[in-house]
């Protein structure tokens, strides 16, 4: 039986510069482009609360059009909340306290918590 070989898969985009067109590709320069990392961070807040009681439960810094699924720790400008992830009037946990690509953050329950 032969063993499937693997996927390759490129995790840079690369651009071949040319001098003129005596150079081959193999002479070419290439430069990789990376992403840069957002320095300032999103700029637009919106206020969270609790979808059942409706009592605000952050101040975030969101980037984005799209739903709430995680609050990076370092975003949330104001917290009201005194036990993490669980709502101050209801008691109702809203999320779950977790590391994002090494950043900690709260993974937001469907349903639990509405924005605006």
Aim: glycine residues 6%.
């Amino acid at each position: 039986m032969v063993a499937p070989q693997p996927i390759k898969t490129h995790y840079y985009s690369y651009q071949s510069r040319f001098y003129d067109n005596k150079h081959s590709p193999s002479n070419a320069e290439i430069k990789l482009n990376m992403a840069k990392p957002n320095k300032k961070g999103p700029t637009r807040t919106v206020d969270i609360f609790c979808a059942q009681c409706k009592a605000q439960l952050f101040t975030y810094r969101k980037g984005g059009k799209g739903a709430l699924i995680k609050c990076f720790k370092e975003r949330i400008v104001k917290d009201n909340t005194q036990v993490p992830c669980t709502c101050p009037e209801c008691g109702q946990i809203f999320a779950r306290d977790t590391l994002v690509r090494g950043a900690p953050a709260y993974k937001m329950v469907g349903g639990k918590v509405t924005f605006k």
